[in-house]
């Protein structure tokens, strides 16, 4: 039985990871700083470290096949950049990994990772995903587009009877549920591909999404559209008078609402019906 460590496994993605792999028969090891955060999950082998600190990682790696990431900041809450984070904790990772028998690392990026640098917390994870491709183990990126739960602000707005977005509302994308993500992961554990993109099944306009959440919530839609120049000021004068903490989430969250996010389509699981379990 081939043997998975998947660090970050306390998040939203690493739960579904952990359950996917023992769906499809690999021996999971959780590595966590909190155990109790598992919430019950099953798993065969719990490691507890912090990935931030390179000294707790020492023998994580007994006999490990298969290493996968998910680390990274979301929203802030301490002191740690995105570069202590998306960068330099996988690179802990990365480097413990070289040491051992690991034959293979899996990091999940972004969607358009390349083309959104010069955001800081894409700037970091891009900056990881160059020091894996040129570190002679062998990997696979995960190029993901942003997941459901991302879309709960649209469900939030439309329950208060309005929706706000940029633009004509016309930008495309396909969000992704967390298990239908983790099981391509899985599907692809074991292949050559290094690098993949993936999204949601149901390809949707800005607008539409915000259809299906008027729907979900029981009410007309009423949707305004912002124009692109007020997006424009408004992240400028976030990035000029509040630290990273603040603007980082905000410039990457303003920025893809403002663009298509398009990846090929995979999955069961449908936006309309998460947004219904969340009334």
Do not use: C
Not at 29 to 38: S, T
Not at 84 to 97: P, R
Not at 119 to 147: D, H, P
Not at 201 to 212: C, K, L, R
């Amino acid at each position: 039985m081939k043997k998975v460590l998947v660090a970050g496994a306390t998040g939203y993605l690493g739960k579904h990871l952990l359950k996917e792999l023992k769906k499809q028969g690999y021996y999971t090891i959780a590595l966590v700083r909190n155990p109790g955060k598992l919430d019950g999950i099953e798993v065969d082998k719990i490691l507890v470290g912090e990935v931030t600190k390179p000294e707790t990682l020492n023998g994580i790696y007994p006999d490990v096949d298969y290493t996968i990431s998910t680390v990274g900041i979301t929203r802030q809450k301490d002191s740690l950049t995105y570069m202590d984070v998306d960068y330099q904790a996988n690179m802990n990772l990365l480097e413990a990994a070289l040491k051992s028998t690991v034959k293979k690392f899996v990091y999940v990026s972004v969607l358009n990772g390349r083309s959104l640098k010069d955001l800081k917390m894409v700037e970091a994870k891009e900056g990881f995903v160059e020091a894996l491709q040129s570190s002679g183990l062998n990997y696979t990126i995960i190029r993901s587009n942003g997941f459901f739960s991302d879309m709960k602000e649209v469900l939030e707005m439309a329950k208060k009877g309005k929706v706000y977005l940029f633009g004509d509302g016309e930008f495309k994308g396909n969000p992704i549920h967390g298990a239908d993500l983790a099981e391509f992961m899985i599907d692809h554990l074991e292949t050559d591909d290094t690098e993949l993109d993936v999204g949601g099944p149901d390809m949707m306009t800005q607008n539409e999404i915000a259809e299906v959440a008027f729907r979900a919530a029981g009410k007309s839609p009423k949707i305004s559209h912002v124009p692109i120049w007020i997006k424009n000021l408004t992240l400028m004068l976030i990035r000029f008078f509040s630290g990273q903490k603040t603007y980082g989430p905000m410039e990457f969250f303003m920025t893809v609402m403002t663009r298509d996010m398009v990846a090929p389509q995979f999955g069961k699981y449908h936006l309309n019906e998460y947004y219904q379990d969340k009334i």
